[in-house]
């Protein structure tokens, strides 16, 4: 996925939350959009920050305990899961700032709007 498609499904799924929110709450008063704006912005960011630790490989071991339990052993050992992990991780580096960024666009605006 290109850097622009990945910065458009992290808007998509800003607008999304953020629309979501709105309907439960109401789109009366300015403070609901601060809310849904906040809201959708901390979720994205919580999310950016979630890739960012499964990229740096925080989760192999569990998915090198699943791939020994469900599959027919691909791999020798721990090791080799890891390495070959690392070398399909090093083709999409920053995959997690699209998320990041949408989201902190998002949470700046919540911040903006004046309740007043």
């Not at 992290?10 to 789109?27: E, H, P, S, T």
């Not at 809310?35 to 960011?45: Q, R």
């Not at 390495?83 to 997690?96: A, G, I």
Request: positive net charge; glycine residues 8%; aromatic residues 16%.
């Amino acid at each position: 996925m290109t850097s622009w498609k990945r910065y458009g499904a992290a808007l998509v799924l800003n607008i999304v939350l953020a629309l979501f929110v709105l309907l439960i709450k109401g789109f009366d008063l300015r403070i609901y959009y601060v809310d849904a704006l906040g809201v959708a912005g901390a979720v994205s960011i919580l999310l950016g920050l979630l890739f960012w630790v499964a990229s740096a490989g925080a989760f192999d071991m569990v998915g090198y305990g699943f791939s020994a339990l469900f599959t027919n052993r691909k791999y020798k050992d721990l090791y080799e899961y890891t390495t070959r992990k690392n070398e399909k991780r090093s083709r999409h580096r920053k995959s997690f700032v699209p998320f990041l960024a949408v989201g902190a666009v998002f949470l700046l605006v919540s911040f903006l709007i004046p309740l007043e």
